[in-house]
C-alpha cells in the first residue's frame, strides 16, 4: 500500500495509513529521501499514528529514512507512536536513537518549526 | 478474651469437633473454621497456634480413648482406626480453612495497595509528576509504566518528572524497566527527568552497571520540577512589593 506524501511549505508529511510491508517501507523511505531535495524541504513528518506493530526492520528503515535525509539537508519527525507500540520497541531493544520523536502531527510540525528556526539564525554547519 | 468468650469458643470447638467425629461430615466444621479464622486473624494469631491447637485437641482426645478403652485392646484397636483418619481430617480442615482465609485478606490488600499505587498527575499544562512510594516488582514497574505512557498521550505532556524518594531499594530488573519507560516516552515525545535517588540506589545502580546515561537525573523534586519548567519555557520567580514580576 502506498504512502502520500503531501507538501506542507517547507515541510513534507508521509501519513502511514496501514500496516505495511518491508517493500512498502523502502518504497516510502526511497520516495521520502527523493522528494526532500526535489521539493527543497526543511523537514519530513512521518505519521505512525495508525500502526499497531513496529517490528526491527521498520524501525531500522525509519532510523535509517531520518539520518539519509538528515545527510540532505533537512530534519525528520516520527509522530504518533502508540503507547504499546512505544513500550513493545524498546523491550526488543528499538528505540529509535538519534531519532527525533514527537507526539501526534500538531507536536511534530512545532518541532520543526523550531528547528528550522533555530538554523535559520544559527550556523547550519553546526546542526547535529 | 474474657472467660465467657474462651468458654463459648471451646464449647463450638468441642460440639464441631464431635459433630466431624460423629456424622463424618465436615461442611459445618469448615464453616465454623472459616468464621473462627475471620475473628482470629485481626487478633494477629499465627498458623502455628491454630495448627498446634488442633493437633493438641486430636491427641487429648486419643488420650481419654487410651484411657477408657486400655482393658480391651482389640476394640481400643478398632476404634482407633475410625478415630484416626477422622482426627486428621478435621486438623486438616481447619488448618487449611484459616490458611485460605488468610491468603484471601492478603490478596485483597495486594489489590488496594495495587489500585491506589500510583497517580499519574499534572502539575502544569504539559508537565505530569509520577510520585513513586514503596518498592516495585516487575509487575507493578509494568503497570507504571503503561499508566505513565497512557498519560503522556491524554495530557499531551511534554515533560515527566519521575520522584522516586519513596523507593528503597532497586534491583536491575527494575532499573531496566526504568529505562525503557525513559526511552518509550521518548518515543512518544516526551521527556523524563528522574528526581530523588537516594544515596543507596545511586550506589547499587553504578555498581551493577546499568546504563544510565540516556536518563536525566535532578537531586530533589523540587529541582526536576524546576528543570522541567525551564524546558517548557516557564520562568517561574517571586513577585516584587507592588505584585509586579521582579
Do not use: C, W
Not at chain 1, 521539493?39 to 495508525?50: K, L, Y
Not at chain 2, 468468650?5 to 466431624?20: G, L, R, W
Not at chain 2, 510520585?131 to 509494568?142: F, Y
Request: proline share 2%; glycine share 6%; hydrophobic share 45%.
Amino acid at each position: 500500500m502506498e504512502v502520500p506524501i503531501l507538501k506542507q511549505q517547507h515541510f513534507l508529511i508521509a501519513t502511514v495509513q496501514a500496516a505495511l510491508t518491508d517493500e512498502d517501507l523502502l518504497k516510502l523511505r526511497d520516495a521520502l529521501v527523493t522528494r526532500v531535495g526535489k521539493a527543497r524541504s526543511r523537514g519530513v513528518i512521518v505519521d505512525v499514528t495508525a500502526l499497531d506493530v513496529m517490528d526491527s526492520f521498520a524501525s531500522r528503515t525509519l532510523r535509517d529514512l531520518a539520518h539519509m535525509i538528515r545527510l540532505r539537508g533537512a530534519e525528520t519527525v516520527i509522530v504518533g507512536i502508540q503507547p504499546e507500540v512505544a513500550f513493545a520497541m524498546v523491550q526488543m531493544g528499538l528505540n529509535l536513537e538519534g531519532v527525533a520523536t514527537a507526539l501526534d502531527l500538531e507536536e511534530g510540525l512545532a518541532y520543526l518549526d523550531h528547528r528550522v528556526k533555530l538554523t535559520d539564525f544559527g550556523d547550519r554547519s553546526r546542526r547535529r | 478474651m474474657s472467660e465467657e468468650e474462651i468458654f463459648a469458643e471451646a464449647t463450638s470447638v468441642y460440639d464441631n469437633y464431635v459433630e466431624a467425629l460423629e456424622t463424618g461430615t465436615f461442611e459445618a466444621l469448615q464453616s465454623y473454621s472459616r468464621n473462627l479464622s475471620e475473628r482470629i486473624i485481626p487478633r494477629g494469631v499465627e498458623t502455628h497456634e491454630v495448627v498446634g491447637i488442633v493437633l493438641l485437641l486430636r491427641d487429648v482426645l486419643a488420650r481419654s480413648l487410651f484411657a477408657k478403652y486400655q482393658e480391651d485392646f482389640e476394640k481400643l484397636n478398632r476404634i482407633l482406626d475410625a478415630y484416626e483418619p477422622a482426627a486428621n481430617r478435621i486438623a486438616n480442615t481447619v488448618a487449611v480453612g484459616f490458611v485460605q482465609e488468610r491468603e484471601r485478606i492478603i490478596r485483597e490488600q495486594q489489590e488496594a495497595i495495587r489500585e491506589l499505587s500510583t497517580p499519574v498527575l499534572q502539575v502544569r499544562e504539559r508537565l505530569l509528576i509520577l510520585p513513586i512510594i514503596g518498592a516495585i516488582d516487575p509487575q507493578r514497574a509494568r503497570q507504571l509504566t503503561e499508566q505513565l505512557l497512557r498519560g503522556i498521550r491524554a495530557n499531551r505532556a511534554k515533560v515527566v518528572v519521575i520522584d522516586i524518594t519513596g523507593v528503597a531499594a532497586l534491583d536491575s530488573n527494575v532499573a531496566n524497566h526504568l529505562v525503557q519507560t525513559v526511552e518509550a516516552s521518548r518515543l512518544l515525545g516526551a521527556i523524563v527527568i528522574v528526581t530523588g535517588l537516594s544515596p543507596e540506589i545511586a550506589q547499587t545502580l553504578v555498581t551493577i552497571g546499568v546504563d544510565l546515561s540516556k536518563m536525566n537525573t535532578v537531586g530533589d523534586l523540587q529541582g526536576g520540577i524546576e528543570e522541567a519548567e525551564r524546558l517548557l519555557g516557564y520562568q517561574v520567580g517571586p513577585l516584587g512589593e507592588s505584585g509586579q514580576r521582579t
